[in-house]
């Protein structure tokens, strides 16, 4: 069974203190893992797709990262508005076109 | 572009009431998909559809839920009867083409059952 653990739950940083957000997963041959960010009161918004290990992508303050067992979403000298919860997702090949969510990290940047 | 869009935002109801959802995805994309998110539980698929044909119903809590695409661009879900255990933000997402293509997200119904 696919399965996403995000840790941690949640996470409070002072503005400009560099931290990592870890998403650990297990599936049958990863299609896709996938980054989102959920501001309170609204939808998912997507940030990323990694397909294979080694990958790397930025954007702005944030890059992630994958190995074949874990993602981090590594945030930079982070900002107030970055605060959110941040979502992990991953598609399998026995699930094709279905992602399976993690719980999700709650961050919150103190200016 | 408009995103996806979801009406309404917010349902209040009591118990034993038909609720309807409804959700407009974004023009052009094939896929379509019902989540639904609660603490308890995060995030979860309820059913999808690819060119406005279910393909997996495999989320669908019980037979109070139904779920349709009459075209592209309109689908709705459906309770009857509604328990007070149906409260959640119910999300809708469309994404286009096959190879793990992200979703875009709808900002969700609050639904609560009184």
């Known amino acids: 069974e696919d399965q996403v653990t995000q840790s941690p739950e949640a996470l409070r940083l002072q503005e400009g203190e560099s931290s990592s957000l870890n998403c650990s997963y297990t599936v049958s041959g990863l299609r896709g893992l996938f980054w989102y960010r959920q501001d309170p009161g609204k939808g998912p918004e997507f940030l990323f797709t990694l397909y294979s290990a080694g990958e790397e992508k930025e954007k702005e303050r944030l890059k992630a990262t994958l190995t074949k067992k874990e993602s981090f979403l590594h945030i930079t000298a982070p900002k107030p508005e970055d605060s959110a919860t941040y979502l992990c997702?991953?598609?399998?090949?026995?699930?094709?076109?279905?992602?399976?969510f993690g719980q999700g990290t709650t961050l919150q940047v103190k200016p | 572009d408009a995103g996806v869009i979801q009406s309404p935002r917010h349902e209040v109801t009591e118990m034993g009431q038909e609720v309807t959802l409804r959700c407009k995805p974004i023009s052009g994309h094939d896929y379509l998909f019902w989540y639904r998110q609660t603490m308890m539980r995060g995030l979860e698929l309820l059913i999808y559809?690819?060119?406005?044909?279910?393909?997996?119903d495999s989320g669908m809590p019980e037979d109070r839920f139904s779920a349709k695409m009459p075209n592209a661009s309109f689908s709705t879900l459906k309770i009857q009867p509604s328990e007070p255990r149906d409260s959640a933000v119910y999300f809708c997402?469309?994404?286009?083409?096959?190879?793990?293509?992200?979703?875009?997200f709808g900002d969700g119904t609050r639904l609560s059952i009184l």
């Open positions: 997702a991953v598609e399998g090949s026995s699930n094709t076109g279905k992602l399976i």
């Open positions: 997402a469309s994404s286009f083409g096959q190879d793990s293509q992200p979703q875009h």
């Open positions: 559809f690819n060119n406005n044909v279910p393909i997996d």
